[in-house]
């Protein structure tokens, strides 16, 4: 009998004939300076943790140490990520580390993963730090990416598309403050109807001078244009956006009319999309007009076209009308008779 229980216990815990045992288990502890505050060690120690997904971890405030316990693929990337963001250079303040060209990069061992680590020496604050690594995230669709703040490390884990595209906006964003650069493409992923697209809006005191300004500009680029995936950095008034060439075209096209809104009287000519079915055209309002009297204007147009698409931007006094060409031309008789 006793023998029989034995075999069943065996049978237990030896793996199925044919089946691969699972990888043996290791033991990693690190250790942190004592210049590091309990918010910085438990920071990285949250990184390195989801990018290497590593389940088995245990902080220790007192003792300033970290113990992870995972496969030797997930403790190789835990090893590198410590070391890698633990460099005495790259753990300065961001405003002290000159401009970084080197690559930093780890592939995953048996995997088409790679991990990458870049340094925001450009930005200062949190909360704009925060913002870019939201723009990249949404854009290149990368589920792995974490953020180490005090020395501005942005930490990610996809594939070598992924991370082609958010060097190349990271790149884009991490430019010294001030003039302004032309708009810029890349390819996502090499498929021709999916394009990422940065444009630099002006930020003088006719076009996007608050961020508020800058948000409704947004908006209305993002809801004509039917673009689902439209991101900003507030500091730069840069817009980012994931679209087809079509959405990206349009965008330019209305992103010029608002910006340059102050300098016009004139109704802009009738981008057409689809014939006369589908056109967009944007109206300048006279800028003595109070936001309470254009919004009016504008409501009078939504209620006599029956167009949803209808966005004001109040600032300019613009207001943005896709539709037909007969709706649009109804919507310009209502703009001209209420401006008289």
């Known amino acids: 009998m006793r023998a029989f229980i034995g075999l069943i216990f065996l049978c ?57 316990r995972g496969t030797a693929t997930q403790m190789g990337m835990a090893e590198w990520l410590f070391d890698e963001i633990g460099k005495p250079a790259n753990r300065l303040p961001a405003a002290q580390r000159p401009r970084d060209m080197t690559k930093h990069e780890y592939r995953v061992e048996g995997a088409d993963d790679v991990l990458r680590v870049f340094y925001l020496t450009q930005i200062e604050a949190v909360s704009d730090f925060q913002e870019v690594a939201t723009m990249i995230r949404s854009l290149t669709e990368i589920r792995r990416i974490f953020t180490f703040n005090q020395p501005r490390a942005l930490a990610m884990r996809g594939t070598a598309d992924q991370m082609a595209a ?41 076009a996007t001078a608050t961020v508020a300004d800058f948000q409704e500009v947004v908006v209305t680029l993002r809801s004509i244009g039917e673009i689902r995936r439209a991101f900003t950095y507030n500091k730069s008034r840069i817009v980012a956006i994931r679209a087809t060439p079509a959405q990206i075209a349009l965008a330019r096209w209305l992103a010029d009319q608002l910006t340059s809104a102050a300098d016009r009287n004139e109704p802009s000519d009738s981008y057409k999309l689809n014939g006369d079915l589908d056109a967009v055209k944007v109206f300048y309002l006279p800028k003595t007009l109070s936001v309470a009297e254009f919004q009016g204007v504008a409501q009078k147009v939504r209620k006599a076209t029956q167009i949803r698409s ?23 008789q209502i703009v001209t008779f209420n401006i008289k």
């Open 166 to 206: 958010a060097e190349w906006l990271i790149n884009e964003v991490n430019q010294p403050a001030g003039g302004q650069r032309a708009s810029r493409e890349f390819p996502f992923a090499r498929n021709a109807d999916d394009i990422v697209s940065l444009l630099y809006l002006p930020d003088t005191a006719t």
């Open 12 to 68: 237990l815990i030896t793996p199925a004939f044919g089946q691969t045992p699972a990888p043996p288990i290791k033991e990693r502890v690190f250790r942190f300076t004592h210049s590091d505050t309990v918010q910085q060690i438990n920071e990285l120690a949250t990184l390195i943790r989801h990018i290497a997904e590593i389940q088995d971890v245990s902080v220790n405030d007192a003792a300033r140490t970290v113990t992870y």
């Open 310 to 332: 209808t966005f004001t931007y109040n600032a300019a006094r613009a207001l943005t009308v896709r539709g037909s060409l007969n709706q649009l031309a109804t919507a310009q």
